[in-house]
């Protein structure tokens, strides 16, 4: 009996050892495209939602997104900002 368990504890914690690995985090992209012809890059610092592409369409089965690239229309971006030096906020700025 207790061999079986010792050999089911085994297995089960060799079995549960490949789950618990964490994949690093990619860094975020910055939002690239043009407004009325100039191109744009937000910085992945400033970008507070992702970026909306004319022709997106978030809603249909499956989305359709479109790719940033430095010739794509931005439709609409949001930015978040420390006020009033304009610096993006972040944990080390948040409470001041």
Do not use: Q
């Not at 079986?4 to 060799?14: D, E, Q, W, Y």
């Not at 618990?20 to 937000?42: D, Y």
């Not at 931005?74 to 900002?81: G, V």
């Amino acid at each position: 009996m207790s061999k079986t368990l010792i050999t089911f504890l085994v297995a089960f914690s060799l079995g549960t050892a490949g789950c618990s690995r964490v994949e690093p985090a990619k860094p975020p992209m910055p939002g690239m495209g043009t407004i009325h012809g100039v191109r744009m890059v937000i910085p992945a610092e400033y970008k507070f939602f992702g970026v909306e592409y004319e022709g997106d369409d978030i809603w249909a089965r499956p989305p359709k997104r479109h790719a940033p690239g430095p010739d794509v229309p931005i439709r609409s971006f949001s930015i978040m900002l420390h006020l009033p030096d304009f610096a993006p906020l972040n944990d080390s700025n948040r409470d001041s």
